[in-house]
């Protein structure tokens, strides 16, 4: 019986050395989500927004990382985020057979004493194995407006203009930005404008307004990530020619600001899409636009309300939003307008009056006109291509003049945002040349600068079809 026990103990023993033993991290080769870590491009004096890279341990047994180390030290511009340790440099970092670590990555430039493009690299020791991850950052210099209220100035296209917390455009005051300028916003980040702005850009030069987030290609056309240009109470004499904005919560928004005799708000040559709310908002205002296209928004692409005047000649007005569910029409105009307590109700007068414009989209009925009364709101189209719901709309309304409904096909490449005409487009030489030379000085061109008339009878749309 004692020599039973005695193997028993024994046995014992070898069992818990073994446990012991067992776990015990061993060095070995790692894998990695990545071999580089890429910014392209941050904006210097800002820094960047965060990456992340795995780092994985593909065997069966722990794995210990002795060190991990950041080349540049504490003089990098690069910052780190290892296994939760915010610190440029560990040491005895254990993963588990089979697991990953996230390992964060940050970087700032600064154009006053760094390169634009800046290089480190990590380097991972596990016993006998090291291995590198490359960080590289590609900057770029920028104007940064930093919340602040601007007097009458110019904006040039020497480099970018980075805009944090908003920018202002003071009372009685204008704000001009010359062609080719590059405008980008921070997120929340608004152009607000109570004096005027003169955005005069140029077929081959344009003026481009868009979120800041051009780091990551994700971002490249989601909506919503910065404010808009919003017009205030007061504003006037604004123009906005060959500007290209995109990304924003509105494009453009224009609040209480009226004028019987002019627009508000003048935009040409323009193209504004994939914003979250409303491409062109207006409430109580004016405004005009020709030769644009007004795109992909999330609830109206052009919407007007309570009270004012809207005249929109040869634009393309189509909408294919597909980030979230959208139940509202492309284009609405309402005669009324309710407070955000819901508790004034503001009524006014509406007149519209749309030429060779297509209004498209993927919803039935892709225009409505809302009356508080019914009398408030004078309407015309004419020649204009429309997407309506002929159960809902009387069609044969004196209020389309020559007008095509609910056409098919329309464009070359419409799931790239491209609005340019197929040759068997229903908007072909469907326009009004009585449109065009009544207003030729701004419509004898569309917005490729093509002529318009050169064959004699001009399309509906932003774009003219040269076949």
């Keep these: 019986m004692k020599f039973k026990y005695f193997i028993i103990y024994i046995s014992l023993i070898f069992s818990i050395l073994a446990c012991n033993n067992y776990g015990k991290p061993q060095s070995g080769i790692l894998n990695f989500s990545s071999d580089t870590v890429f910014f392209d491009t941050i904006f210097t004096q800002v820094g960047s927004t965060t990456k992340k890279f795995k780092v994985y341990n593909a065997t069966s047994e722990p794995l210990l990382i002795d060190n991990i180390i950041l080349s540049g030290g504490n003089n990098s511009k690069f910052r780190l985020n290892i296994d939760g340790y915010e610190q440029n440099s560990v040491e005895d970092i254990k993963i588990d057979a089979e697991d990953s670590i996230y390992i964060f990555v940050e970087v700032t430039i600064d154009p006053a004493k760094d390169d634009i493009v800046e290089q480190d690299s990590l380097i ?139 627009p508000t708000v003048f935009i040409n040559n323009s193209i504004i899409q994939h914003c979250s709310y409303a491409g062109v908002l207006g409430v109580y205002t004016n405004f005009t636009i020709i030769n644009s296209i007004i795109a992909d928004c999330g609830v109206y692409n052009i919407a007007l309300f309570m009270s004012g005047l809207c005249n929109l000649f040869n634009c393309t007005i189509q909408n294919d939003y597909a980030y979230s569910p959208r139940n509202s029409p492309s284009v609405a105009l309402k005669n009324y307008y309710t407070d955000d307590e819901y508790v004034n109700h503001y009524t006014g007068d509406i007149s519209a009056y749309f030429a060779n414009c297509i209004i498209n989209g993927n919803q039935t009925n892709e225009f409505v006109a809302d009356a508080y009364d019914s009398q408030s709101i004078s309407l015309l189209f004419q020649n204009c291509l429309l997407k309506l719901d002929d159960s809902t709309n009387n069609l044969n309304s004196p209020i389309f003049e020559n007008c095509v409904f609910n056409p098919d096909s329309l464009y070359i490449k419409q799931a790239e945002f491209d609005y340019h005409l197929r040759p068997e487009s229903q908007a072909r030489d469907k326009g009004s040349d009585d449109v065009i030379n009544a207003n030729l000085i701004w419509l004898n061109y569309d917005i490729d600068g093509n002529d318009r008339l050169f064959d004699n009878q001009s399309d509906i749309g932003a774009y003219e079809l040269l076949e």
């Design 124 to 262: 991972f020791v596990s016993g006998d194995n090291t291995q590198k991850i490359l960080l590289l950052a590609v900057g770029k210099d920028v104007n940064l407006i930093k919340g602040k209220m601007v007097n009458t100035q110019t904006w040039t296209s020497e480099k970018p203009y980075l805009i944090y917390n908003s920018v202002m455009v003071d009372t009685l005051q204008t704000l001009t930005i010359d062609a080719g300028v590059e405008v980008y916003s921070h997120r929340n980040s608004y152009i607000f404008v109570k004096g005027s702005l003169i955005a005069n850009g140029t077929k081959e030069s344009p003026i481009y307004f868009r979120g800041d987030r051009i780091d990551d290609p994700w971002y490249e056309n989601k909506p919503g990530q910065w404010g808009g240009i919003y017009f205030m109470q007061g504003s006037f004499g604004n123009y906005l020619n060959y500007i290209q904005l995109k990304e924003g919560f509105y494009g453009i928004a224009v609040d209480s600001s009226i004028n019987i005799n002019e």
